[in-house]
Each structure stands twice: as structure tokens, then as C-alpha cells.
């Protein structure tokens, strides 16, 4: 079993619709979950941030965290073109230590106008 | 805060030349990652430094790759006999204590 797993995708949406990202992970010591936005070609970079239980929102983003399913999802509401990356759920197994982050494989979103 | 700086940004090289990457950390942050990822996977942690210390290695950095941060600010990685399967994207981060990471623009290396 891998450590984070995603749905590789491609995950395809119409423009204007909500996008729902997936992640499970294995070590339920885990405390630190992120999202990362990747475009092709460039590096990744973070969009939300969760370490408890629940939902957080910013923006159109909202990152949700449930540590006894060991489970964290990406809502992006209002989809736009320019959200078509691959976005990459990262989780800090170690807490408040060290900081090593686990990626999962990514999941490629497809927003079509 | 100019952001993570990594140089150069693509390198070729033959098999079994040295290369080195270096990574110029956001200057407040104290911990600088280095991360390896290949085409259709997420980043593989490399190794991690606090402040000068490197603290954690992963069974990935094989002995032919070394890493140093000399005096805590800027880190490189050096590859040494370079082989095909070293081809991939390697990216710097850091980040202040309990904080999230920042990643750099990476190094595309590729082995001919």
C-alpha cells in the first residue's frame, strides 16, 4: 500500500462546476496535510494547508480532513480553465518534527470551457 | 521574499559526468527539502537540513549523491557518475519551523 494515494485522473469538470480531489493516506500519525497546485513544467505550489479535523475554507478552495478515515479531500467551486494542473496531496508524517513531506501521485484536473 | 532560487534550471550532461545543483532558500526559512520527482509521479523526498544540519536521508540519495548547506543559507546536490535512472526534476523547498513548504522552480536534468 502506498503511503498517500490518489486518483491519478485525468478528472474532467465543465467550467463553473465543483471539483472534487481525492486523498487517503496510511500513517495515522500523520498531522499535516497539503495541497499542492502543479501546472505542467513547473514546480509545485501550495494552496491550502489542514491539521485538524473538519473543513477549511479559502477562496474557492476548501480542503477537508477526516484523520479517523484517514482521509483529506480538495473542493475548487466555480471551476475555471486556468485550475487545470495536477494537484498533488502532501502529508507530514511526523508531527511538528522534521517536516518531510509524503506526495501522492497527483491527480490531474481538466476544467473544459 | 524573492521566493526559492534554484540554478540552473535545466542541465545536460553525458553518463558519468558530476553535476551539482544549488538552491538559494527563502532567507528567513531555516529548513531546506530536496525533493526528486519523475514525470507523472509526486516529489520523492531526497533529504532535509536544518539550519546546517542534515537531519534526514532517504534510501533513495544512493552514495553517489551528497548534499551540504554549509553555513545554514544556500544547499547543493551534488551527483556524482551520473546514470540514466537520475534523469528526472529535482526540486528545493524550505520553510521556517512548523511551517508549510515552498518549492523553488526545480533543476530538469537530463542524462544523454
Known amino acids: 500500500q502506498k503511503e498517500v494515494e490518489q486518483n491519478s485522473g485525468p478528472l474532467s469538470v465543465p467550467e463553473g462546476a465543483i471539483a472534487s480531489l481525492n486523498c487517503t493516506y496510511s500513517?495515522?500519525?500523520?498531522?499535516?496535510f497539503f495541497w499542492y497546485r502543479q501546472y505542467s513544467g513547473k514546480s509545485p505550489e501550495l494552496i491550502m494547508s489542514?491539521?485538524?479535523?473538519g473543513d477549511k475554507e479559502d477562496g474557492r478552495f476548501t480542503a477537508q480532513l477526516n484523520k479517523a478515515s484517514q482521509y483529506v479531500s480538495l473542493l475548487i467551486r466555480d471551476s475555471q480553465p486556468s485550475d487545470s494542473a495536477t494537484y498533488l496531496c502532501?502529508?507530514?508524517?511526523?508531527?511538528?518534527?522534521?517536516?518531510?513531506?509524503?506526495f501522492g501521485q497527483g491527480t490531474e484536473l481538466s476544467v473544459k470551457p | 521574499d524573492t521566493g526559492v532560487s534554484q540554478n540552473p534550471r535545466h542541465k545536460i550532461t553525458k553518463r558519468g559526468q558530476n553535476v551539482t545543483f544549488r538552491c538559494d532558500p527563502i532567507?528567513?526559512?531555516?529548513?531546506l527539502y530536496w525533493y526528486r520527482q519523475t514525470l507523472g509521479q509526486g516529489p520523492e523526498f531526497l533529504t532535509y537540513?536544518?539550519?546546517?544540519?542534515?537531519?534526514?536521508k532517504s534510501r533513495l540519495l544512493s552514495d553517489r549523491f551528497s548534499a551540504e548547506r554549509p553555513k545554514g543559507s544556500f544547499s547543493t546536490l551534488e551527483i556524482q557518475r551520473t546514470e540514466q535512472g537520475d534523469s528526472a526534476m529535482y526540486l528545493c523547498?524550505?520553510?521556517?519551523?512548523?511551517?508549510?513548504?515552498?518549492f523553488g522552480d526545480g533543476t530538469r536534468l537530463s542524462i544523454l
Open positions: 502532501a502529508v507530514n508524517p511526523i508531527y511538528n518534527q522534521g517536516g518531510k513531506l509524503i
Open positions: 537540513f536544518q539550519n546546517e544540519a542534515q537531519l534526514e
Open positions: 523547498a524550505s520553510s521556517g519551523v512548523d511551517q508549510p513548504q515552498h
Open positions: 500513517d495515522r500519525g500523520s498531522q499535516s
Open positions: 489542514i491539521y485538524s479535523n
Open positions: 532567507s528567513e526559512h531555516n529548513r
